[in-house]
């Protein structure tokens, strides 16, 4: 005998529905009792924002309704104005228009939160306009109970943020009252999103669970846990961020300088805390410099307690290590402000994806060990290892992997020690026959003019030994004459020559002869501009508060960076690795604010299962089901007899 399947309909609606999280995952139910199988339908949502309407339709596959649910006194509090006169108060008629006309068997709540999260001070969550947003919650409960009360919903499921059990305490128990008041049993409870859908995040939230006591007689149990994914199973399946094929929600943020190095500092599974670690003297860090190198020292950087090398002709950053880590500036204080610069590991899950999701605001940034997606963005300046294989030669070698860590060097990382100097306790290194490299040391034992090879000596002081090799290259033959420019005038073979002269910008140069150099004339100018063009070849750091796209490696050989919108989205379930999402508008700040105020499907779908065989069993004449899970909502008279009980 072949068992004839019977399916029965289960709507539900959405207050406060965002772009549909919640909707698409109770869509994709899919409750069954015995034979009885329950086919879940949306009829409407409601929400104040149009964007978040429009993604809302898409996703729940019926048309929401853009309708605020403020009472006029708490749209003045909110918005400090009194409204427009197109805006009119909404009332029962307006609730059943959004939901079509058709009651629904469950409505889902996700009332505004930003007057419970932990992200707003206790001060400022007392003013007028977050109290006001609070009792939109109240408003819009009350609001459904009225428009049904002839027919209830058999459910109700009001979902925020775990801190609305300390600072809204006081409204929970308005909403408990109200809802027993119609006729509902009640139960609060907080429960891991993650866990429920087995999400690669973990999202812990409050939820508030009514159960018409006379239309639904049996428990309502809770959804079965399930373990949480690591976030590098979600994010595996994604193109390398920055891939165009991936669309635009997949490209990488750009933040400031100083938040990329932060986060290449930060240990993967550990927050902004990590950066108490490192030494930081005057605003710098001790132990660690960042230095775009190029060739010849380019750029290069000298360590405070290092002498420098050989002073040459032209001795500038661009040529030489001409520069020096100076430890003496004031330490920001921006170091322990408390955001949260956190990175996670590849193999682990991540925290709640809030509606803002900055690398500043929490842990929003992952340790990603895949190579790096093949072109000039990032993989400018790689250095190979030794034992592994270069890239490919092409024709633009500033743009690839063109070093390599070359392990048999003993001394120094100085560029083959050129004009390295040698302390004196330590022993010199071999003399070749190229005795011009690196054959310098730094003597303590005198600093006098004798040993000063281009020394200058004072006017008033007498000089060295004139000796048969009188060279200005082997002595003290050199005098600061304090009459310099006293008795300057035209017709002065020093004056007229214009020795290391410098011509200011606006000025025409010289005439140019034969013999141009810079010690001959005013052959150098005073250049007003930052840098200079890019085919230059100057390469300069960025500002600290610079906006820019980069890839920095970290310490522990991951690139550190911040989720991508659609990675966010990827981890809410909103959208599938392999499949595209498109939300309304061309602003990452609003899709990113939306994709964090929604519900995640799964962990929807999972409630919606539940709450959908509860009612196939009350349809079906069924008063009692046991349950391989805690009961979510109980009658009065069982919570009494059973241990942490909820009434």
């Known amino acids: 005998m072949i068992a004839t399947h019977h399916t029965r309909e289960i709507r539900h609606g959405h207050l406060f529905c965002g772009l549909g999280g919640g909707a698409k995952g109770f869509n994709r139910a899919r409750p069954s009792i015995g034979t009885l199988q329950g086919r879940m339908r949306c009829v409407g949502g409601i929400d104040n924002d149009a964007a978040a309407i429009r993604d809302f339709t898409r996703a729940a596959g019926v048309q929401g309704t853009v309708l605020d649910l403020f009472d006029r006194s708490q749209y003045v509090a909110f918005h400090g104005r009194e409204p427009g006169p197109e805006w009119r108060e909404a009332g029962t008629a307006e609730i059943h228009a959004a939901f079509h006309h058709q009651r629904p068997h469950i409505v889902f709540l996700s009332a505004p939160c930003k007057g419970f999260s932990g992200l707003l001070s206790e001060g400022k969550s007392k003013t007028d306009k ?11 409960i009350w609001l459904l109970l009225e428009a ?3 027919d209830p919903v058999e459910l109700l499921l009001f ?8 600072r809204g305490r006081h409204l929970l128990d308005q909403i408990t009252a109200l809802l027993r008041s119609y006729g509902y049993v009640v139960s609060e409870t907080t429960h891991d999103c993650g866990e429920l859908g087995g999400l690669g995040q973990s999202r812990k939230r409050f939820l508030l669970v009514a159960r018409h006591l006379e239309k639904v007689p049996p428990f309502l149990y809770e959804p079965p846990k399930r373990a949480l994914r690591a976030v590098g199973d979600v994010l595996g399946r994604m193109p390398v961020p920055g891939d165009l094929r991936a669309g635009p929600m997949h490209r990488i943020p750009a933040l400031q300088w100083k938040t990329w190095v932060r986060l290449a500092f930060v240990e993967a599974g550990s927050d902004w805390r990590s950066l108490n670690k490192l030494a930081v003297d005057n605003g710098h860090l001790r132990d660690f410099l960042v230095v775009p190198e190029y060739h010849h020292g380019y750029l290069g950087v000298r360590n405070w307690s290092e002498p420098t090398g050989t002073v040459a002709g032209r001795s500038s950053p661009s040529n030489g290590a001409f520069s020096i880590a100076d430890p003496r500036f004031a330490q920001s204080s921006k170091w322990s402000d408390g955001q949260a ?10 925290g709640t994806i809030g509606g803002q999701q900055n690398p500043g605001q929490g842990g929003y940034s992952v340790a990603d060990p895949r190579p790096a997606r093949e072109g000039k963005l990032f993989s400018k300046y790689p250095v190979s290892h030794w034992a592994g294989s270069t890239g490919t030669v092409i024709g633009g070698d500033d743009m690839g992997a063109y070093a390599v860590a070359d392990p048999r060097h003993g001394g120094l990382q100085k560029h083959n020690n050129e004009f390295r100097i040698v302390p004196w306790s330590q022993a010199g290194g071999a003399v070749t026959s190229a005795h011009g490299t690196g054959q310098c040391v730094a003597d303590p034992r005198r600093a006098g003019p004798s040993f000063g090879k281009y020394a200058v000596t004072r ?17 003290a033959f050199a005098v600061a004459d304090p009459r310099s420019g006293i008795q300057r005038a035209k017709g002065d073979n020093y004056l007229t ?11 025409p140069a010289g005439a140019v002869s034969a013999a141009a150099g810079h010690d001959n004339g005013r052959w150098s100018v005073a250049d007003p501009r930052p840098a200079a063009a890019p085919q230059s070849g100057w390469i300069a750091m960025p500002a600290a508060a610079e906006k820019l796209v980069c890839r920095i490696q970290s310490i522990d050989g991951t690139w550190h960076r911040p989720f ?10 909103l959208v599938e690795p392999e499949e595209e999402l498109e939300l309304d508008g061309l602003s990452d700040q609003a899709w990113r604010e939306r994709i964090g105020n929604a519900v995640p499907p799964r962990a929807a ?4 299962e539940e709450m959908g065989r509860t009612l196939l069993l009350a349809w079906s004449g069924e008063t009692f089901a046991l349950g391989c899970t805690p009961i979510w909502v109980r009658n009065v008279a069982v919570a009494i007899s059973v241990a942490g009980g909820a009434a």
């Open 564 to 573: 991508t919108t659609f990675e966010l989205a990827a981890l809410q379930s």
């Open 341 to 350: 610069y956190g990175v996670r590991r590849w193999d682990a899950h991540t």
């Open 605 to 608: 779908e999972a409630i919606g």
């Open 159 to 166: 979902e925020n943020v775990p801190r609305i059990a300390t």
């Open 497 to 507: 020559a214009g020795h290391y002269g410098v011509t200011p910008w606006s000025e």
């Open 148 to 150: 049904y009360k002839d």
């Open 459 to 475: 006017f008033d002081e007498a000089a060295g030994t004139v000796i048969s090799g009188s060279t200005t290259g082997q002595g």
């Open 130 to 140: 977050y109290q006001a947003l609070n009792r939109l919650t109240l408003r819009g």
